[in-house]
């Protein structure tokens, strides 16, 4: 079998690097993009290989996957959300925390800030003035 590990490695002006541990309790969740896309894709890709097992694997099936292009593409082309880390930077907004939810259990943390337009943000407190 074949085994691959990535490794990738740049720079950071000082001051600007964030991780998970940078989040504070009275700061904003912010989700940028759609939950469960990708998990909705693979859902979609299982029942299709589910049928074509069932008509005995044939050489000539076709999955229907038209009107889930969408989430299919989110489980097999995943991408970073650039344009998120570029109009925070637009904004002069740093974040406190930042992360991924690629396994579902933790949320990007955001420095408190009102929601750009089309951003989702939610917090536990009341956001300080």
Sequence with gaps: PLN????AAGTV?????????GASEDEAICVSGDLGGAIAGLRILMREKEIWQEQGEQQA??????????VVGR???PAARRDVVEALGQ?????G??????????WPACARWPSPPGWAATSTRPPSP
């Design 61 to 70: 099936f076709q999955p229907d996957l038209e009107e889930y292009e969408y």
């Design 91 to 95: 904004a002069g907004l740093l974040p």
């Design 97 to 106: 925390a930042l992360t991924d939810v690629s396994r579902g259990h933790s």
């Design 75 to 77: 489980q097999l082309v």
């Design 4 to 7: 691959l590990s990535v490794t």
């Design 13 to 21: 002006p000082a001051g600007r690097v964030r991780y998970r541990s």
